[in-house]
């Protein structure tokens, strides 16, 4: 019943990535229907590089299986970037836990899986605007100086500080 009122998408999968089961909540998020999305493989779910990750992770799990290593109640969160039906991509975050078979092997996954697209969409704001700062620190011909108001210390200079000071950001 949870799963099935559930705004983020509960989904199992067994060893060979098949799903096996997905919550309703699927078409609104991704535009599929439970049936449709039972019937794709890994490769028609997810972009390459977020294939890459999770077998990479799967390995990563299994290696700690056969080392004797593995927590099984660990769970793993990943963020993966799923394909809608109207082909457009979503970033979704992923808390992932195996399912263990009665020997206590690896058969398959579970997980939730909820749309973060919009804090990756502030992240990616977050790190073009860092990226604008530091080109126009480091590229404006006036002197500049980061100073932490407690300590009274210079945190960073820019280029043209350190020309005119004639000292090292270390010195500085």
Wanted: charged content about 30%; aromatic content about 8%; overall charge negative.
């Amino acid at each position: 019943f949870l799963a099935e009122k559930m705004a983020d998408i509960v989904w199992t999968l067994d060893q060979n990535f098949q799903t096996t089961y997905v919550s309703p909540s699927i078409e609104n998020v991704l535009g599929f229907t439970p049936e449709e999305r039972k019937r794709q493989s890994l490769e028609e779910m997810i972009t390459p590089e977020s294939l890459q990750k999770v077998q990479v992770m799967f390995l990563e799990e299994l290696q700690r299986d056969e080392h004797g290593t593995a927590d099984p109640d660990r769970s793993i969160t990943i963020e993966i970037e799923y394909y809608r039906k109207d082909g457009s991509t979503v970033w979704m975050e992923n808390i992932v836990k195996a399912i263990r078979g009665p020997g206590g092997e690896v058969v398959g996954m579970h997980g939730v899986s909820r749309d973060i697209s919009e804090r990756k969409q502030t992240e990616d704001t977050l790190r073009e605007s860092e990226s604008r700062y530091k080109s126009l620190f480091k590229n404006n011909h006036s002197v500049m100086l980061l100073i932490d108001l407690e300590s009274a210390d210079i945190v960073d200079a820019n280029p043209a500080a350190i020309s005119y000071y004639g000292w090292s950001l270390e010195e500085l």
